[in-house]
Each structure stands twice: as C-alpha cells, then as structure tokens.
C-alpha cells in the first residue's frame, strides 16, 4: 500500500542502506587486495630487471667499494623476501622510503607533484564530459544524419590519435607556432591566474581524446532510450523536446555514461603521465618516468601505489553513484 501511494517504506530504506554499507565494506575490501596484489608484483618485477640500480646512481664513480656501499645503505644486499618483509612493514606503517637518489621522503615527492596530475586530470574530464553530451545527444537526435556522420567521425578520429601524437600536434601549433600558450612548465599554487596558460591545452588534449569515446556511448545510449515507450507517452503529453531529452531520456541513460565516464578518468590518469613528459608539467607523471630512468625503487612504487589507489578510488565512486543516480538499484 505504502509503494502503491508513492510512498517510502522505513524497512525498504533500511535495507537498502545496510546493503549500501555492506556492499561498501567489500568493495574497500576488494580494493585493497587490488592494491595490495599491485605493489606485490610491481616490487618483484622491478627486481627481477637485469642490472643494478647501485650501478645506475652512481654512473661513472661505480667503483667495486662504493657499489657495494650503496646496496647495503638501501638494503639491497638483503634476500629479496627480507627486502619485501621490510617494505611491507614500513608500508603498512604509512612509510613509503625515501627517494634513493634524491635523498627525500617519497611521500613528500607525492604530495608536491600529485596535486599537477590531479588537477589536469580533473579539468580534462570536465571538458570531456561538456563536450560530448552535447554531440552525443545531437547525434542520437538527428541519427544517420550529415551531422550524426560527422560527430561519429570527429569522435573516430580522436579515438584513434594516440596521445602524445595529439599532444604534439597542440604544443605546436598554439606554443610554438602562435605563442599563446607556455610550452612548459605547470601553475603556481595559490596563483589562479597561472592555472589557465598551463591547463589549457593539456586538458584540452585529455578532454577531446575522451570525449570521442564518451560521446560514442551517449549517442548509442540516447538513441536505446529515445525508442522507448515512456518517451511516446512523454510526447503525446505535450512535453517540450528539451524535457523530454534531458528529464526523461538522459537521466535513464545516465548509468552506463557515468560507468564510461568513471573508466575514462581511470584512463586519464595513465594518459597524463606521457601528456606531462610532452608538455614538461612538474607532474605525477614526470616524476614517473624519471624514477624509472634511473631505477629509483621507492620512488617507482610510490607512484604506482598513488595511481592503483587512485582508480580504485574512482571505481568505488563509480559504483555508489549508480544508486544515486538509479535508487531502484539500492533495492537490488
């Protein structure tokens, strides 16, 4: 009686909640076996790579002495299984080393350059979404038309671009060829009026790219909806076209957007660490690779954690949005 007058059941909301809860619970758990697997193979794997990273820090002044010096100062002399004991005690700890050879805490290091990645990635997303659910609609809304055509193609080509090729192809035309824009370099905490000048064609390079695909799964999705019979009875109802696109078809094909949307912010983040090399940003990214060019371990794992803790972050918010944007899925 009370489903029947449109009203909420207590117990139906109750239940609903302990399952939200629930669910929470294994999906944190879930996650951190995700990471915890992640760190695992990306520690063995990185020593399991021929050479030595002694060797490598210390270039041309790798004498026999110092070499031998230098493991046994980062406990590289150690059996690979005490090395893991040890790291994995300082991890659970919310100790991640220090940079071997920068001498500074990783942390620190994450923290510095993280917020560069985060705010491009965020920005970039953004403009994705702003881009491609107005193309997408268009082109569910006037299906196998000239201008469906040519959405569906723009989206094609950008799909197909990689990066950094992308990225190229901005840096040179609006930097070096018109000026407009710094060709390196990332914004100045607290200075907004950097943030534009810096973000603008590397998230602009993220947001087009992603946009492609995005606008892709709105067009199928707006095109699945717009056949359905509530959106004929919205019709006959006299409803206006812009709230029956945006009231009644979006909201019903919101679920898988935002499920693509959520993978394509998980993607973007593996797509900032080449766009950061490309457009010099001071980055997670950058500091990426250059751990990488010179084997610094902690450094490596550090960033690999941040990035796996990310996504897996994301996917959560993923999967709690659903019953936000669809509560008849809290029920399930």
């Not at 939200?20 to 996650?31: A, D, K, Q």
């Amino acid at each position: 009686m009370i489903s029947a007058l449109g009203l909420s059941n207590p117990d139906e909301n109750w239940v609903s909640e302990a399952f939200l809860i629930s669910y929470l619970i294994r999906r944190i758990v879930s996650g951190l076996i995700t990471i915890f697997a992640i760190v695992t193979l990306v520690f063995f794997a990185l020593r399991l790579l021929p050479g030595d990273p002694a060797e490598v820090w210390l270039g041309d002044y790798a004498t026999q002495e110092l070499i031998e010096s230098t493991r046994a100062k980062w406990g590289l002399d150690k059996p690979l299984w005490g090395q893991y004991a040890t790291y994995m005690d300082h991890l659970v700890r919310g100790d991640l080393g220090d940079s071997l050879p920068m001498k500074v805490s990783v942390a620190e290091l994450l923290s510095r350059h993280f917020p560069f990645t985060l705010r491009l990635v965020l920005i970039g997303t953004v403009l994705s979404i702003l881009i491609a659910l107005p193309a997408g609609i268009a082109a569910a809304v006037r299906q196998n038309s000239f201008t469906d055509l040519l959405i569906m193609l723009s989206s094609f080509f950008f799909i197909s671009m990689p990066s950094f090729w992308l990225g190229l192809i901005i840096l040179f035309t609006f930097s070096l060829r018109l000026g407009w824009f710094p060709t390196m370099g990332g914004e100045q905490g607290g200075n907004w009026m950097s943030y534009v000048p810096h973000l603008t064609l590397p998230s602009l390079c993220i947001g087009i790219r992603e946009a492609g695909l995005i606008s892709r799964m709105v067009r199928s999705t707006m095109i699945d909806t717009l056949s359905k019979d509530y959106i004929d009875v919205a019709r006959s109802k006299g409803l206006s076209e812009w709230s029956i696109l945006y009231k009644h078809a979006l909201r019903n094909a919101l679920a898988p957007i935002v499920s693509l949307v959520g993978m394509s912010l998980a993607l973007s983040l593996a797509g900032a660490i080449v766009l950061e090399v490309v457009f010099s940003r001071p980055g997670l990214g950058r500091l990426y690779v250059n751990a990488v060019a010179v084997r610094d371990y902690p450094l490596i794992q550090g960033c690999i954690l941040v990035m796996a803790a990310s996504v897996v972050v994301i996917n959560m918010l993923v999967d709690v949005s659903y019953g936000i944007i669809d509560p008849r899925i809290r029920h399930q």
